[in-house]
């Protein structure tokens, strides 16, 4: 099984907090187009005796396409590789693109599944974070899509400076109105060189606080738990059935290719990085050139990328697995590394598998770091 990732690199405005790749302006729009579409060709060979299963349009803003425009795209993954009965077809789209007439358009394509970017209900957040949408079109889309979607997952964002707990709660409480089944949520990270970055250190914006973010993830998880929502990974909560397939098996290692500017690929052993850049994108593919830089993953860093993964999943590490995989050297490190988390009650060996506690879970990443092999 494995999956097809596309990203479309194209934004009506930039929050003020990314810094994935994508463009404000949408000139080269229909050469980025045909670009995907010759890549998607070129690189059939790669996916020869393999059947597709999850396609997903992410970005940027992939609802900037046309439905004409994403079917195109979905026919050119059809013409050239296998793709399973019943794939799940996901498009990240923004509220302000998620008319009621859109909707239905969707709902009679091949997308199945939507993945629409909240982020808040609150009107200062989306202000603060300049997102394109207000709180009235977040509100109106959600009720006009659940009704023709039953997939569907919202994006939040917490840990908004100014945001306090209580309204934190609002937004959870809110979403949780709508009845849809997958929520993601993320805290609210200052990346280098963002605007977000440049607002706080001119002092316009007060600094994120990791206490509060750190309270209000607690806030998410038990709220969406008691609500019925399974705690899958670090920032995705699913009811059962309903867990993302594409990123379920990007956190279980399985290959899928990354079609579009900046988009990652994965084989099991080599990764694989296209260009960030449109324009070099779309001339490289006009020469029949893939954009692409491959990296061979080592031995340990195969190890190391399981155990980050791992630990954030609900499926943890397998002991079994690293000793399989690695041998005893790296099933011997591991054990004794983890030993330290474990009488801090940060980590927990059950059923011969290495998982988070509750008390453990927000520090994965960190807990992860410190169990990973230096080459
Ligand atoms: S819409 Fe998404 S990709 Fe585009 S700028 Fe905002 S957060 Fe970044």
Redesign the pocket.
């Given at each position: 099984m494995a999956g097809i990732y596309i990203h479309i690199p194209f934004?009506?405005?930039?929050?003020h907090?990314?810094d994935?790749h994508?463009s404000t302006s949408l000139k080269k729009k229909d050469e980025l187009i045909n670009a995907l579409s010759k890549e998607i060709e070129l690189r059939k060979t790669e996916f020869k005796n393999t059947t597709v299963e999850t396609i997903y349009f992410g970005?940027?803003?992939p609802s900037l396409l046309t439905n004409e425009e994403l079917q195109f795209l979905i026919d050119s993954v059809y013409n050239n590789y296998q793709v399973s009965e019943n794939p799940e077809i996901t498009l990240e789209a923004?509220p302000d693109d998620l008319t009621v007439d859109r909707i239905i358009k969707l709902s009679k394509s091949k997308i199945n599944r939507l993945s629409i970017?909240i982020q808040s209900f609150f009107e200062a957040d989306l202000k603060l974070m300049n997102?394109?949408h207000n709180a009235t079109e977040a509100k109106a889309c959600l009720e006009e899509a659940t009704k023709y979607f039953n997939n569907i997952s919202l994006d939040l964002i917490y840990g908004i400076p100014g945001a306090s707990n209580a309204q934190w709660l609002q937004n959870i409480e809110m979403a949780l109105s709508f009845g849809v089944p997958h929520i993601s949520s993320y805290a609210l990270t200052v990346e280098p060189k963002t605007a977000l970055a440049s607002f706080i250190e001119k002092g316009v914006i007060e600094d994120v606080n990791d206490e509060q973010a750190h309270e209000q993830f607690h806030i998410l998880k038990d709220k969406l738990e008691a609500s019925g929502f399974v705690h899958y990974e670090l920032s995705n909560f699913g009811k059962d059935g309903f867990f993302s397939k594409n990123n379920t098996a990007y956190w279980q290692g399985k290959s899928y290719l990354g079609i579009g500017p900046s988009a990652h690929s994965f084989n099991g052993t080599q990764r694989g990085w296209n260009v960030r850049n449109n324009s070099k994108y779309i001339r490289a593919l006009e020469l029949n050139v893939l954009p692409i830089e491959i990296e061979t993953l080592t031995q340990t860093d195969q190890y190391n990328e399981y155990i980050m993964t791992g630990l954030r999943t609900i499926w943890g590490v397998s002991i079994q697995k690293v000793e399989n995989d690695f041998g005893l050297d790296y099933k011997d490190y591991l054990i004794e590394q983890s030993e330290i988390f474990i009488n801090q009650q940060l980590l927990y060996i059950d059923d011969a598998h290495i998982r988070v506690t509750k008390k453990g879970q927000f520090l994965s990443d960190g807990i992860a770091s410190e169990l990973f092999k230096i080459n």
């Open positions: 934004c009506k405005q930039a929050c907090y990314c994935f994508f970005g940027g803003t923004n970017g997102r394109a």
